[in-house]
């Protein structure tokens, strides 16, 4: 009688595609994202003009702009100058650091299409914002965003780094709650040892952080009535109203404020960022995970 070996099936391997990098910062947030500068800012070369001025106050990308930098310059066709706006000193009260600098608007760059003896001819190549006369030009500045890096689930209770701390003193646009993908400005600079391509914790004290007045009141008054015993006549006994301590619920009255006293600080993780630019005393970053939304006055860690 015949017999017959068991056939064996192929072993078959699947090979899934890995994932390509992608840049954590893409877009108008890695050359639109501004900073915030301590030293000073060249102000000698500027907008002078434009083709269509006669009609414009703004401009924008393809308008044709004159620069006051000519031959003399060195300035090449096809040479690429970054055009920044600084706004202003900023101060703020999330910060103790003293004189951190003058916030810088990147507004978009321009490229040389014509260079004459005392001026150049531009093109608006990107603009993040409506150009303006007198905006400043800059060297173009070589930015390459960091890469997002596998980061596994954001950790609400990781316990501190030790590294440097700092606040979150400002976000782009002048606003005060942000979310994933916006750009904020952090305290800590290059003094702080802060480079590209740092994440950083966000967190803030328990129990702190909502956009509404909190005034630490009960839920329910120690002088309502109804439902009281005799043991606890005082007033209503639940997890919602005063508690009265001691064994016959006769001591001093507990209020939600009370509970809190002399507990260690305990911080709440809200989120966190990956920095893009570093100045001396700054450092301008992206939001990259949030567990809620965040806020100017919110801590950061280096983790």
């Not at 939600?256 to 005393?281: C, D, Q, Y």
């Amino acid at each position: 009688m015949a017999s017959f070996a068991a056939a064996q099936p192929n072993q078959a391997t699947v090979t899934m595609p890995t994932a390509a990098p992608m840049a954590a910062a893409v877009r108008n947030n890695l050359y639109c994202a501004g900073y915030v500068q301590h030293s000073p800012i060249n102000t000698d070369n500027r907008i002078i003009g434009a083709q269509e001025e006669q009609e414009q106050f703004h401009y924008s990308q393809n308008d044709v702009v004159y620069i006051n930098m000519g031959s003399n310059s060195g300035l090449n066709v096809g040479d690429v100058m970054a055009v920044v706006r600084p706004r202003g000193r900023v101060e703020s009260r999330w910060t103790k650091k003293e004189e951190l600098g003058f916030l810088v608007q990147e507004v978009g760059s321009v490229e040389i299409v014509s260079v004459k003896g005392g001026y150049s001819v531009a093109r608006i190549k990107n603009s993040c914002e409506a150009f303006l006369l007198g905006d400043l030009l800059q060297p173009m500045p070589q930015r390459n965003s960091p890469m997002h890096r596998n980061r596994g689930t954001l950790n609400l209770f990781a316990d501190p780094s030790g590294k440097a701390t700092g606040r979150l003193f400002m976000a782009r646009d002048g606003q005060e709650t942000v979310s994933r993908d916006q750009i904020v400005y952090i305290d800590l600079g290059a003094e702080d040892n802060v480079q590209v391509g740092d994440y950083l914790t966000v967190f803030r004290p328990l129990g702190k952080g909502n956009p509404f007045e909190n005034d630490e009141d009960e839920s329910l008054s120690a002088r309502d009535e109804g439902y009281q015993s005799w043991e606890y006549r005082g007033g209503k006994f639940s997890n919602q109203a005063p508690r009265k301590s001691g064994d016959r619920a006769r001591g001093r009255i507990i209020t939600t404020e009370k509970a809190k006293e002399g507990r260690p600080m305990i911080r709440k993780i809200v989120g966190e960022m990956l920095v893009l630019n570093v100045k001396e005393k700054t450092a301008t970053a992206v939001i990259t995970r949030t567990a809620q939304e965040i806020h100017t006055g919110d801590w950061v860690e280096v983790q």
